[in-house]
């Protein structure tokens, strides 16, 4: 692996071209978007997809407005803009590099090729999966998914527009949020589907349902008009009992406003179906190294990004690929995507940014660490650890990890840090207040702790902060300075979990105190001198706080005397 | 090289400063139109609500977007201002309305003294962020009103740096852009609009909004009659929206999740404390929720129905009766505290900008988001929309909705194909 690093004068030159995973109408989407902004799009999809010869109507395209205008309108540009390239029935079997330069390699039918893309976008689709027998019943004519009911009515992937006929006049029950807690595409599903039922007319319409997860736009006025137009919602906390063996199906339940038990005869009943992702995903995340979020998604939640971006630069995730989203909320992410490539790429050349973590070849052993611990995938090697300049985001966890101290962050350089260790240390304070040391993440602790100080919060005498890029980037040494250099305790102040921008820099953060306190702990320090605490930015009046009580902590324990040589 | 694009955003919450940040970035003259003397609309009141883990609420993205703004070069910043006049010939010619300055920023260090004079909860406002500057504001309004009848000038004569001038005058101001990007958001429902909860008469009933804020100034939940920990809190979800007496048929989309995320976040802080949610149909509050819900549902008492009055009792707190689910018979309870979920309504400027801008308002009274599943057009050619004043969003979704309508902005103003 090499970087197509053309450098001259701090500037490189990277490939503008996007893959995109995924040919159902996100992926295709997402690559008209692309084409839009100027990019290359190549479109990978191991199935058919959308434009191989797949259904001409995605699975759930039909409940949106306008759906199948987007999806005609989507075919449309991909037919005319030579900018996109569609490969059907293609699977991607490696990634390799880094933003810029990503190295793919696919296989097609048997042929091998391999592609030079700048970055890497995930735009998978929904699949469907019936609930029948979560609720003990076997799928029939007289028990449907919500599936067969959407191309029943005419707007299911597989349309059938005769097929509505035989749901006149016949009594139809909607089961839902029992089986799965839902979302608001579910719910969208059976109030557009009851809402369809009841235009036919002479239909007679009930709804058991949990939770009516109206969180959506439009929902709350569909399930008005759902309930104007004549059908009956019960919400329930427990799950109907369904006889579906008889003429009809025998329905029963506990109404919690009736108060009493209900028994209904439909002549159909309707199943909710799961709303599950692709099960390509895992693979991908893999591939990708990007993270798995919860029930199959890309990505894990993390605010300091945008929705689309992953933890890794140049690798982006798209709407059903990352959520529970409709068309419109899709739509939205393919335009945060073309800005984020439009921001990595501009025009084909990136000048490297000053503050990056750099390898000092001659130290280094090639013993990994630093590629396997890097939250952002942006270390890779050739005889040595290599960073690149493009992917790295500057955590520092690397040059903490590193066994060699081969790896030093501009700008936050272990000399630098020990410097001004040192300087906060020498500063004599009369007033003898304990001297409190606090490593600050600049992205949460060291803004709260401007917080309070901007609005004049109460903040110790003896408190000195110093701000890390990522409380990744603390190592143990720092903490063990701190005290050496004379410090009376030694706060590590980083991110909540989860809210890392840098993943996992605050969980190495924690691991390192806890280490620290048992070395603490066996030169006989009391461990209570250092405390690991978590902030957000905004919370100034928690920072006040934190640092007060370890001053009153440290009051209590007295002066810590081991004081530096000389 | 291309001659630099102006556009206007108007609103400075967190859609308006990430539509404003996104378009600086990509080498765009923004104008950010905000008409409060600080940035960060609602979203910058809210509180962190993680409990040791993240709950995804993005609070703090606010303060980092805010902070990106206001060190933007590109990004001139308009307070207290409002458009009162529109023209279009090719470009947009935008009269803004603005208020006073009395507070010199040039001037000012931020030392607090003119707050002090004037009072908690006075006419001096103080910022909800570090990052606005100054972080002091006089509501020029509010001031005006007061001032004739008596000329205070305590704020005036406290300042040290005499950075206050209240005779400053207020100056119209013409700004002219390409584009324009709507972003002045929503607001919250009024709860004296349901008055049998006692909003305003007991002080012991609050908003989402007012408990947001008093998590993010004290670090935790107290009563506002005493100041102490409330024991026995109540939530009553629903409050405005889903209303179909008030014509409101819309959900608001992050009441469960605040409340919700407010009231785990209360619970792990106070484990003894008996927290009650009142609810229709519990909205989801992430991808992680049905794992999230089976805790909230062991911690948190949910009583699924919305109970309509609140009567204080002596000890300041607040008895209400609902009907028991199950077995129907009514039940009296008293609450320590009770936190109204008020919901996203259509900001009172809505109609005038759809005016102004030659936009449609939907029949909620959000702006319409024009052509298909593209939610930041709208009706009118380089006039586009962001956040909440297009219908009810997080953070988050407000977050993308700016860097779509940013992304549009950036093709037309470009001439992409």
């Given at each position: ?7 001259s004068n ?5 490939s503008?071209?996007?893959?995109v995973?995924?040919g159902?109408?996100?992926g295709?989407?997402?690559?008209a978007k692309?084409?839009?902004t ?5 479109v990978v999809?191991s199935?058919?997809?959308l434009?191989?010869g797949?259904p001409a ?7 949106d407005?306008?759906g199948?205008?987007n ?10 803009d030579d900018?996109?390239?569609?490969m059907?029935h293609?699977?991607i079997?490696g990634v390799?590099?880094?933003p ?8 097609s039918?048997?042929d091998?090729?391999e592609?030079?893309?700048g970055?890497?976008?995930?735009a998978?689709?929904?699949?469907t ?5 979560a ?8 028990v ?5 009911l959407?191309?029943m009515l005419?707007?299911g ?5 005769k097929a509505?006929?035989s749901?006149s006049?016949?009594s139809?029950?909607f089961?839902?949020g029992?089986?799965?807690e839902?979302?608001?595409i579910?719910?969208k ?6 809402l369809?039922v009841?235009d ?7 709804v058991?349902i949990?939770?009516i ?13 759902g ?11 427990e799950?109907p009992?369904?006889n579906?063996g008889g003429k009809?199906?025998a329905?029963s339940f506990?109404d ?7 028994e209904?005869?439909?002549?159909t009943?309707v199943?909710?179906?799961?709303i ?15 993270d798995?979020g919860?029930?199959?998604y890309?990505?894990?939640d993390n605010?300091?990004?945008f ?6 630069e140049g690798v982006?995730?798209v709407?059903p690929?990352?959520?529970a ?7 939205t992410?393919?335009g945060n995507?073309?800005?984020e490539?439009?921001?990595?790429f501009g025009?084909g ?20 660490t630093?590629?396997r ?8 090697w ?11 985001q500057a955590?520092?966890t690397?040059a ?13 350089q ?5 410097d001004?260790?040192e ?10 207040a304990?001297l409190?040391?606090?490593f600050?993440c600049r ?20 408190l000195k902060?110093?701000?890390v890029?990522c409380?990744g980037k603390i190592?143990i ?13 030694v706060?590590v102040?980083s991110?909540?979990?989860?809210n890392?921008?840098s993943?996992t820099?605050?969980?190495?953060a924690?691991w390192?105190?806890?280490?620290a306190?048992?070395?603490l ?11 690991f605490?978590?902030l ?6 928690e ?7 370890m001053?009153?902590?440290l ?11 000389g | 090289?291309e001659?630099?694009?102006k ?5 400075g919450?967190?859609?308006g ?11 765009i003259?923004v ?17 962190c ?10 609070a703090?993205t606010v ?5 990106h ?13 409002v458009?009162?006049a529109?023209?279009?010939?090719g470009?947009f010619?935008?009269?803004?309305k603005k208020?006073?300055?009395y507070?010199?920023?040039e001037k000012?260090?931020n ?16 910022s909800?962020?570090k ?19 008596d ?5 005036e004569?406290s300042?040290?740096?005499?950075a206050i001038n209240?005779?400053s005058?207020a100056?119209d101001d013409?700004?002219?852009a390409?584009a ?6 929503f ?9 049998t909860?006692?909003?305003?008469k007991?002080a012991n ?6 408990l ?6 004290k ?5 506002p009659s ?6 026995k809190?109540?939530?009553?979800q ?9 014509g ?9 999740p ?11 802080k106070n ?11 519990i909205?989801?509050?992430?991808k ?15 009583v699924?129905t ?21 077995d ?13 979920s008020?919901?996203?309504m ?6 005038t900008l759809?005016?102004l ?6 029949h ?5 988001g024009?052509k298909?599943?593209d939610?930041?057009l709208?009706?009118?050619?380089g006039v586009f929309?962001a ?8 953070i988050?979704?407000s977050?993308?909705?700016a860097?779509?309508a940013a992304n ?7 001439g992409?194909?």
């Open positions: 692996m090499k970087e197509e690093g053309h450098k701090g500037v490189i030159r990277i503008t071209d996007v893959l995973v995924g159902g109408v996100t295709l989407g997402t690559a692309i084409a839009e100027g990019y290359r799009a190549i999809e199935g058919p997809g434009w191989g797949g109507m995605p699975p759930l395209a039909g409940i407005e306008g199948q205008d999806v005609n309108e989507v075919l449309d540009k991909v037919k005319k900018l996109i390239e569609v059907p293609t699977t079997t390799a590099g880094v810029g330069d990503f190295h793919v390699k696919l296989a039918n048997g091998k090729k592609l030079v893309v970055a890497v976008v995930a998978t689709d929904f699949l999966r019936p609930l029948n027998e609720y003990g019943l076997d799928l029939s004519d007289a449907l998914t919500q599936t067969r959407e191309n005419g707007y992937p597989d349309a059938d527009d509505a006929e749901l006049g016949k139809i029950l089961l839902a029992f089986a799965q839902g979302n608001p579910t719910t599903r059976v109030l557009k589907s009851v369809a009841e036919m007319g002479g239909s007679t319409v009930h058991c949990g939770n997860k109206v969180a959506g736009d439009g929902l709350e006025r569909l399930y008005k008009e309930r104007d137009k004549g059908a009956s919602f019960y919400k329930l906390t799950m009992t369904v579906a009809k199906n329905v506990f919690p406003v009736l108060r009493e038990t209900v209904l005869e439909a002549d009943v199943i909710e179906e799961e599950v992702t692709d099960g390509i995903n895992e693979d991908l995340a893999e591939l990708l190294r990007i798995l919860s029930s199959g890309l990505q894990k605010v300091h990004r929705p689309v971006n992953s933890n890794r982006y995730v709407g690929a990352r959520d989203l409709g068309m419109a909320e899709s739509y992410d393919m995507v073309a800005l490539l439009a921001r990595l025009d050349t990136k000048e490297v940014p000053s503050e990056i973590a750099v390898v000092d070849r001659e130290k280094c052993a090639i013993c990994l630093c590629y611990c890097c939250p952002h995938g942006a270390i890779y050739d005889d040595k650890a290599v960073i690149s300049p493009v992917a790295c955590c520092g690397c903490s990890e590193c066994p060699q101290d081969a790896i030093q962050v501009n700008g936050f272990d000399d630098g840090i020990a001004q260790l300087e906060c240390c020498r500063e004599e304070n009369a007033s003898g304990p409190i040391v606090a600050c992205n949460s602790a060291a803004e709260a702790e401007q917080m309070a100080t901007s609005f004049n919060m109460k903040l110790p005498e003896g902060t110093i701000t890029p409380a190592d040494d720092y903490i063990l300075s701190a005290f050496t250099e004379g410090a009376d305790g706060l102040l991110c909540h979990t989860g890392c921008k993943e820099g605050n969980a190495f924690r390192r105190v806890n280490d306190k048992r070395m702990a066996e030169v006989g320090i009391d461990p209570e001198r250092l405390c605490e978590t957000a930015s905004n919370m100034g009046p920072f006040s706080s934190i640092v007060s009580g001053e009153e902590k009051k209590e324990m007295g002066p810590f005397h081991v004081k530096k040589a | 090289m001659t630099e694009k556009v206007t955003v108007i609103g919450g967190i859609a400063l990430t539509a404003a940040w996104e378009l600086a970035s990509s080498g003259h104008d950010l139109v905000e008409k409060t003397g600080f940035l960060g609309g609602h979203a910058i009141q809210y509180c609500k993680a409990v040791e883990e993240c709950r995804q609420c993005g703090c303060e980092a977007m805010l902070k703004v206001v060190g933007a070069p590109g990004i001139q910043v308009h307070l207290n201002s458009p009162v529109v023209e279009k010939n470009d010619s935008i009269t803004l208020g006073p300055v507070i010199d920023p000012c260090t030392c607090g003294e003119c707050f002090a004079a004037c009072g908690e909860g006075g006419i001096v406002l103080k909800y962020s990052n606005n500057s100054p972080l002091y504001a006089i509501d020029a309004q509010r001031c005006a009103e007061a001032g004739e009848k000329a205070c000038n305590a704020c004569a300042c040290p740096e005499a209240l005779s005058k100056k013409t700004i002219h390409d324009v990007v709507l972003a002045t958001g607001t919250p429902f009024d709860p004296d609009i349901k008055p909860y006692g909003y305003g007991n009933v609050v908003t989402g909004l007012d947001e804020k008093i998590i993010r100034e670090g935790g939940v107290i009563r005493d100041g102490k920990a409330p024991e809190l109540a939530f009553i629903c409050v405005g929206s889903r209303d179909d007496r008030l409101n048929l819309w959900c608001s989309k992050v009441c469960c605040y409340a919700l995320r407010m009231a785990e976040l209360i619970k792990k484990p003894e404390m008996e927290i009650t949610v009142f609810y229709m149909d909205q989801n509050t992430g992680a929720f049905p794992v999230i819900y089976e805790q909230l549902k062991t911690d948190l008492r949910f699924r919305i109970p309509v009055d609140m009567f204080p009792n002596k000890e300041d707190g607040l008895e209400t009766r609902y009907m028991n689910e199950g129907g018979i009514p039940v009296g309870e008293a609450y320590d505290m009770v936190v109204l008020i919901g996203i259509p900001g009172p400027e809505n109609e759809a005016r801008f030659n936009v449609i308002l939907d909620d009274g959000f702006v319409a024009h298909g599943v939610r930041s709208t009706a009118s050619d929309v956040g909440t004043i297009e219908g009810p969003k997080d988050a979704a977050k993308a909705h860097g779509n549009d902005v950036l093709k037309y103003v470009r992409g194909k």
